[in-house]
């Protein structure tokens, strides 16, 4: 049998190298041919604990081959067959902790894929169960740090679960415990660079936690530190090329960090991650991670140009990053995983496109995207998020048409937009992600519907859509209160309504629906003063309420609406003096309190 069991193996070695070299479906044929062999062991030897470990570990790589390439499904079930054979090895042998370790692992994996497709409860059982198995196994062998790190590693995952969902309290206590726990295994093991690595790592995830929360400045330090290690371990180890790809990738959440408020080391940033990470693309052309890091990088850099007015120059990163999507996508064209990065990458050069007066190079791009989306939907018709990337691009396409007025083809896309989300819904009906999106979808929907006909049956579509939106992002503020984002479309929300309103005549609503927006934008800027953006919405907001006072003949109380609205603009444009869409808002409201103060 040892023979058999040594070609099994080789078959599960190919099958890892296939995987990892983006050749999917022949890493699944080896994967299942060493199956086949495991199989046949364990029902020939059903007394030897080894065959059933050997065949529950390729299950566990069946599962993880699955989960990469949008089968979700079949990598559930993959997961939870080598689920049952170790459980039973386990209760069989309860002494071995090797049994042990591994059903938390695949524990812990199965978690990871719930939580990507909208199982968020059950991820999070399953991921406090393997936190619990592996404290047993650290207690038990105290000695041995792998169990440390496995405990690291499984906060790190509960934590991004607890942040997807809204709960960011608990995620930054789960973060800040396997931290501790790197800080340690980094101390007592200064030889070992895996557990610095680690320790890099933690720092960065709790960087980008306190970013996701608006706490900028208590985010920059975990980044810097991870940075700092990060440095040391790549010149200690030159010729390892992921303590490198680790280097550029915090690079890249320190870029995406500066960006508000310090956009020359944003930059500084990006052209950092893009050199190592260009260098790494060009050193190791058969490894597709470290390309789409590249891509990544010129990403980040392209958005940054795009928001401080260089547009060329964001044209150009945008473009770059699409070559090297496209490129992935026609040599690993198994993997959706590319093919979907390709059909984002059109959105963002669409939306470039779009922002730089050319809505119809803007169409040809979101169309691509668009072709990109159905065909993985064709392919991968269980799978939501294709269904939802699809809405999203048909979202942006109906922003081009909108620009070019095209408002009945617009209201047409945004239409369809709305029924792929309800879609990817259905499969995911918890996930916040889609319902955001559908609340996007909603609004949009209003605002063009409104520039249709400010009367009649389609002013009825505008306002019942708008109202829609509101209802999906107090639902989500209900559900996460903890989230900004949401909290922010809320805002947006009541703010459209109260345009809405205005625009059709009825000014007394219009100033409830815009008091109520105030309410939210200026409990964000309490809560996150050091972002611009909530003072501008707040700002945006009060020249929709001067313009409903001013249409009310209430022109005292409407100028000083607005003088509101220049003190809270001047103060977003201190933080991004550069930034063009808050230095447009100003004159508008200038121009606005023109208007008012000559009407008085």
């Not at 972002?531 to 409903?548: I, K, R």
């Not at 209430?554 to 001047?570: E, F, G, T």
Request: aromatic residues 8%.
């Amino acid at each position: 049998p040892d023979y058999r069991k040594g070609l099994a193996k080789g078959h599960h070695i190919l099958g890892n190298l296939l995987s990892e070299t983006g050749r999917p479906k022949e890493a699944e044929d080896a994967y299942r041919q060493a199956l086949q062999i495991y199989e046949r062991l364990a029902a020939d030897f059903p007394t030897v604990p080894d065959y059933q470990e050997e065949l529950a570990g390729n299950q566990g790589s069946l599962g993880n081959l699955f989960g990469h390439t949008g089968r979700p499904r079949d990598a559930e079930d993959a997961y939870r067959k080598g689920f049952q054979l170790l459980e039973k090895l386990t209760a069989d042998f309860p002494a071995l902790p090797d049994y042990r370790r591994e059903l938390a692992n695949i524990r812990c994996n199965l978690g990871i894929l719930l939580r990507e497709i909208g199982r968020p409860k059950e991820a999070e059982d399953l991921l406090r169960q393997a936190l619990l198995v592996f404290e047993g196994l650290s207690a038990d062998f105290p000695t041995v740090p792998i169990y440390r790190q496995d405990i690291a590693e499984t906060y790190l995952s509960l934590a991004n679960l607890l942040n997807d969902i809204g709960r960011p309290k608990e995620a930054e206590d789960a973060y800040r415990q396997g931290l501790q726990i790197c800080e340690k295994l980094a101390g007592d093991f200064a030889a070992v660079p895996d557990y610095r690595r680690g320790l890099a790592g933690s720092y960065c995830n709790l960087g980008a936690l306190l970013s996701n929360l608006g706490w900028t400045k208590q985010a920059e330090d975990p980044l810097r530190r991870a940075l700092q290690l990060l440095k040391k371990l790549a010149a200690e180890f030159p010729t390892v090329p992921m303590h490198r790809r680790d280097l550029a990738a915090t690079h890249l959440n320190l870029g995406n960090l500066l960006q508000t408020g310090r956009p020359k080391e944003a930059e500084d940033a990006y052209h950092q991650a893009l050199q190592i990470s260009e260098k790494l693309a060009a050193e190791f052309p058969t490894v597709p991670d470290y390309r789409l890091g590249f891509a990544a990088s010129l990403g980040g850099l392209g958005h940054l140009l795009s928001e401080i007015g260089r547009k060329k120059e964001a044209e150009d990163a945008t473009r770059q990053a699409l070559q090297v999507y496209e490129k992935l996508a026609g040599d690993f064209p198994a993997v959706p995983d590319y093919r979907r990065d390709l059909a984002a990458s059109h959105c963002r050069l669409g939306n470039s496109l779009r922002h730089t007066g050319r809505p119809k190079e803007g169409e040809d791009e979101f169309r691509q995207g668009l072709q990109s989306y159905e065909k993985l939907m064709a392919d991968f018709p269980g799978l939501a998020d294709y269904a939802s990337g699809s809405a999203a691009t048909l979202n942006d396409l109906a922003l081009a048409l909108q620009t070019e007025e095209r408002l009945p083809e617009a209201r047409q896309m945004v239409q369809k937009a709305i029924t792929l989300q309800r879609k990817a819904l259905e499969v995911e009906p918890s996930n916040p992600q889609y319902r955001q999106f559908l609340g996007n979808h909603y609004s949009l929907l209003s605002e063009i519907a409104l520039a249709q006909d400010n009367a009649g049956s389609v002013a009825k579509e505008a306002e019942d859509a708008c109202r829609q939106a509101l209802q999906v992002y107090k639902k989500l503020v209900a559900d996460f209160p903890a989230v900004r984002d949401y909290r922010k479309s809320l805002g947006a929300g009541h703010n459209r309504l109260g345009i809405l309103l205005h625009e059709t005549g009825r000014p007394k609503e219009a100033e409830d629906a815009c008091r109520q927006a105030l309410q939210v934008y200026e409990k964000l800027a309490a809560d996150f003063p050091a972002l611009p953006e909530y003072a501008s919405g707040s700002a945006a907001t009060l020249h929709v309420l001067a313009q409903a006072l001013q249409a009310e003949k209430r022109l005292p109380d409407a100028r000083q609406m607005v003088q509101k609205a220049i003190v809270l603009q001047d103060k977003a444009l201190a933080v991004e003096p550069g930034n063009p869409q808050y230095r447009q808002f100003l004159g508008n409201h200038y121009s606005l309190l023109s208007e008012i103060a000559l009407a008085q």
